[in-house]
């Protein structure tokens, strides 16, 4: 099965794990059947409309997911999945 | 509460001066009990922004992924984001906001005219609309 590493703020929703494992061939199938023992967990990363949250990120090993094939990307039994936030920021023109 | 021990307050303050007048990033790692969160490594990352650093700030994923297998490998957290504010408040703006994710607790270091002038922590909500102040205590010298 392949393993997801669980942010720090996000083990409270996965029984205060750092990692799960779950089956599937894709990473959509991994997390989804990660998420469905762990609804709290899926909720920080989908929207109610199930697609994932805009700052968040899923890398297969060290490859960024969108530059692979997405939710799609083929995953092995030995493959980590890690979630990982967008997070960036500015003030510029905000205040005069 | 979010407590920020010596070392990587000097560490936080040191590179916000040293990036002046661009906008510094980095992340904080440290524990979390009961009492709090107490931030015991700082670890300074690049600021990817391609349009003005004067203003701006971008994370790469890639370096908080390794942020993370870091704090994995101390056995410590990945528990907040700090970046600066040259000539500006501490305040979160909109755009730290429409850019922030709710895991995190984020400081924010306002300096003025090169020198470090005071900072506040924020924790924002996953619908990226409002963020909480949160109670920040750093060593004062
Ligand atoms: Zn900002």
Request: glycine share 6%; proline share 5%; hydrophobic share 35%.
């Amino acid at each position: 099965m392949a393993k997801i590493l669980i942010p720090t703020p996000l083990r409270q929703y996965a029984d205060k794990k750092d990692s799960l494992e779950a089956p599937g061939s894709t990473v959509g199938e991994v997390l989804a059947a990660a998420t469905a023992q762990h609804p709290d967990l899926r909720k920080q990363i989908y929207t109610e409309e199930g697609k994932l949250r805009s700052f968040v990120n899923v890398y297969l090993n060290d490859e960024d997911i969108r530059y692979l094939d997405k939710d799609k990307t083929a995953v092995g039994a030995n493959d980590t999945l890690s979630i990982v936030p967008s997070i960036a920021g500015g003030w510029a023109g905000e205040r005069a | 509460m979010i407590e920020i021990e010596l070392q990587p307050w000097q560490q936080m303050t040191a590179h916000a001066e040293a990036t002046y007048p661009n906008e510094c990033c980095g992340a904080m790692l440290g524990s979390t009990d009961e009492n709090g969160k107490t931030v015991t490594v700082a670890l300074a990352l690049d600021n990817a922004s391609t349009g003005s650093q004067r203003a701006r700030y971008e994370l790469r994923p890639e370096d908080l992924l390794k942020a993370d297998r870091e704090a994995r490998s101390r056995k410590l957290e990945l528990i907040g984001i700090y970046h600066s504010h040259p000539d500006c408040d501490a305040y979160f703006s909109e755009t730290d906001l429409k850019n922030s994710c709710p895991w995190y607790s984020f400081v924010v270091l306002s300096v003025q005219r090169g020198r470090f002038d005071h900072a506040n922590c924020w924790l924002p909500d996953a619908e990226q609309t409002h963020a909480e102040k949160e109670e920040l205590s750093w060593p004062k010298s």
